[in-house]
């Protein structure tokens, strides 16, 4: 679902990275191991991984600083100790993915502090931002609901990185808002213009199109101060009289002209005028 989300948007060059976290029978098994093998080496670790290894051993292969001189120390890895249950269901999810195209890495650096994760654990990466490539990352819940109370359900997630992703749609290519555009800001006075003004800012933003609604209830002057502050490149004012008339004024904001346009235009108007822009 997440892969095919970043494919949507056009995005190329992501790789999954995929391990297994176990279930509640082999991971027990899995810190011990974890434990026996640090037990002589704790001095060799960061301040960090420490402290990490007496509240969740887990967490001390994904250390940002210490994690690949650990593999290379020959730490145990959990796919190693994986019960048949999840080994078999491990296999599963790679096959299935080899099934669909979607490449991916196993990693056993990836792990997860949480104790409700069961089996999958995911992040998808975009190896061009450095430190910072990873776009979104989950895994399997298994055991979430019945942790806060509920019944035992199963239970997939995942989270995206907001910033991350607009960084490597920008880094693609694939941002279709043009930068330094000003904005649109649309002015309303009374609860019907602004109910109005709530249906025209979702129209123009469906349409790439950069739009402001005053949020705070200010008044026409409030609004124009508000638009200017914003660097709005036209305003957009919305009243009685307006709405009777199913029209908007449109006012350019570097020109001052001001212009009436039929509502049910105003989209196509503000595209041509941002094209000629």
Known sequence: LAFQLFRELGLNDLVLHLNSVGCPSCRPIYRQKLLDFFADKKESLCDDCRERLEKNPLRVLDCKADGEKMMNMGVP???????????????????????????????PRL???LDYYTNTAFEIMYAPLGAQSTVCGGGRYDGLIAEVGGPSTPGIGFA???????????????LT??????????????????????????ALRARQIAAEIDLMGRS??????????????????I?????????????NMTT???????MNELVTYMESNRRDD
Do not use: W
């Open 111 to 113: 792990v997860r502090g």
């Open 220 to 237: 026409m002057k409030g609004q124009m101060k508000a638009a200017n502050k914003a660097g709005a490149g036209y305003t957009v004012i």
């Open 177 to 202: 808002v043009p930068v330094g555009v000003p904005p649109i800001f649309i002015v309303a006075l009374g609860e019907a213009a602004r109910a109005k003004a709530f249906v025209l800012q979702q």
């Open 256 to 262: 001052k002209e001001q212009i009436a346009v039929p």
């Open 239 to 251: 009243g009685e009289e307006e709405l009777a008339r199913q029209e908007v004024q449109v006012r």
């Open 77 to 107: 890895l959990i796919t190693e100790h994986l019960c048949e249950s999840c080994q078999s269901h491990f296999q599963q999810v790679q096959q299935y993915l080899q099934a669909v195209g979607i490449p991916f890495v196993k990693d």
């Open 160 to 174: 995206v990185g907001m910033e991350r992703l607009l960084l490597t749609l920008k880094e693609q290519g694939l």
